[in-house]
């Protein structure tokens, strides 16, 4: 793995925003490159979720990567409001499959599906409306 896919894994695992300084903008968009062709090697049900960008302020330019917040979704059921999952069971399935398949602990799988899970939650007793 090289070490910008090991960037996108850490950015993936951990759900933290990575910035990546650079010395001007030639490198920034050389890096911003490598990166965006590091994702397509990713399976789509989590590449899709990585923001790939320039930032340029008074601090410096860097390329940022991070998670794409994904709108919550819900059924309205008899009055209920019940999320509904981000991923498919089949989608589930593969990430599952593929975090194995990359030496993930069953601990750190559970662990990440029940945060993932409690994330989409948050909120589903909002606007219970009949």
């Not at 933290?16 to 490198?27: A, N």
């Not at 920034?28 to 490159?33: A, C, D, E, V």
């Not at 860097?62 to 059924?75: C, D, M, R, S």
């Not at 599906?113 to 948050?122: A, C, G, Q, R, V």
Request: glycine share 6%.
């Amino acid at each position: 793995m090289s070490l910008w896919e090991n960037y996108l894994e850490q950015v993936i695992l951990t759900g933290k925003t990575l910035m990546i300084p650079c010395t001007d903008k030639q490198q920034q968009n050389s890096i911003k490159t490598i990166m965006f062709r590091a994702r397509q090697k990713m399976p789509s049900v989590v590449s899709d979720l990585l923001r790939i960008s320039s930032i340029s302020g008074d601090t410096g330019l860097f390329v940022k990567l991070h998670i794409q917040k994904q709108p919550k979704a819900f059924f309205l059921e008899d009055g209920e409001i019940i999320p509904l999952p981000l991923l498919s069971r089949s989608e589930q399935e593969r990430l599952i499959r593929v975090m194995r398949e990359d030496g993930i602990s069953e601990e750190d799988i559970e662990d990440y599906l029940k945060e993932m899970i409690k994330d989409n939650s948050k909120g589903s007793n909002r606007g219970n409306s009949k």
